[in-house]
């Protein structure tokens, strides 16, 4: 344009060509100083769970005193991605705008980064900026809806193989255990009469011990083969989570094992330590199903509708398709 002005001398093609220069120049600025003195905060819950919608919300807010304008976010977080895009921006009135993460992929989640993209005022180029929000978010794992445990495998020493028992000890049970002398504290419907009228003289009282039944540990040993689909694998600590809740709400004692983990199962087991530690499970190598009550493995055989199912090495074991 420019050259076509020089060589008509006509004024006005100068002008033209200013103009266009101009707004290219803008078009290559402008967007990069528009992302430029952005702040973001996340407001977030601490607590979700997979493939579960939740809400929260992102605080855009400007350190410089000009405003900005057009600026569109992408967030990435919790395993998903959200867009939005923010009208005007200033620095004593930020702006927040809401999102509903629609896919939360289970883990522990410290931040995300936050893409802030501009493309004001003219569209031409585009400046982009990236920055690091921390929220912190624990993603539990789906529950699923158990109808009982499987039957424990523990070691019988006489019979030599895998049987499903229990053992008896003292306490207050509905089995006879012996007859020992009265305790302060023990119930009256335990004295046994006959045999306190023989020391009736003596002034001692005979009472009926009787056991109680307790069941061996409850393991479950879970195969995250780093081989498998990550869909595979996610659905097998769902259901490890699942037997894991179901055995503490019956009383049993949980053990579970899914190979080397950077994080120990707790100690102290409750609901939450027994989430908060599959939401942390990654792939590794496969546990060792000795011992195991129940063994949840991936499957490595195609689908053949025309075969019956095959049943499991293990008492007890499933798979995850």
């Keep these: 344009m420019y050259l076509i002005a020089r060589n008509a001398g006509a004024g006005w093609l100068y002008v033209l060509a200013a103009t266009l220069a101009a707004v290219v120049v803008v078009s290559a600025l402008a ?3 528009n992302v430029r003195g952005i702040e973001v905060k996340r407001r977030a819950p601490t607590l979700a769970t ?24 992408e967030d990435r977080f919790a395993g998903d991605e959200v867009r939005a895009v923010v009208v005007r921006v200033e620095r004593m009135r930020p702006e927040t705008v809401g999102y509903t993460l629609e896919n939360p992929r289970r883990g522990v ?22 920055i690091r929000v921390a929220s912190e978010i624990v993603i539990y794992p789906r529950i699923f809806a158990v109808a009982g445990l499987p039957p424990s495998g523990v070691v019988d020493a006489e019979r030599g193989d895998k049987v499903e028992s229990t053992t008896l000890h003292r306490g207050h049970g509905g089995e006879f255990w012996g007859v020992r002398e009265y305790r302060s504290g023990d119930p009256a419907r335990l004295i046994a009469w006959k045999r306190s009228a023989r020391g009736l003289s003596a002034g001692k009282l005979a009472v009926v011990e009787l056991a109680q039944e307790s069941h061996p540990p409850f393991k479950v040993a879970l195969n995250l083969d780093p081989r498998a689909p990550q869909e595979a ?12 809740l179901y055995g503490l709400r019956e009383g049993r004692e949980v053990r579970p094992d899914a190979g080397p983990q950077r994080s120990p199962f707790p100690e102290e087991v409750t609901p939450d ?10 792939s590794s190598r496969s546990p060792d199903p000795e011992g195991a009550s129940v063994e949840i493995r991936p499957s490595t055989r195609r689908t053949d509708t025309s075969r019956k199912p095959r049943p499991s090495a293990l008492p007890g074991a499933s798979e995850a398709q």
């Design 31 to 33: 967007p990069w100083w």
């Design 50 to 73: 997979a493939d579960e919608p939740f809400e929260y919300s992102l605080e855009v807010r400007s350190r410089a005193r000009l405003a900005r304008h057009l600026l569109e976010l």
């Design 109 to 130: 989640y410290g931040g995300g980064e936050v893409t802030v993209e501009s493309g004001a005022p003219f569209g031409l180029f585009y400046g982009r900026r990236r």
């Design 233 to 244: 694998r996610e659905m097998i600590i769902s259901a490890g989570a699942s037997l894991l």
């Design 273 to 282: 330590s027994i989430l908060t530690w599959c939401a942390e499970l990654q």
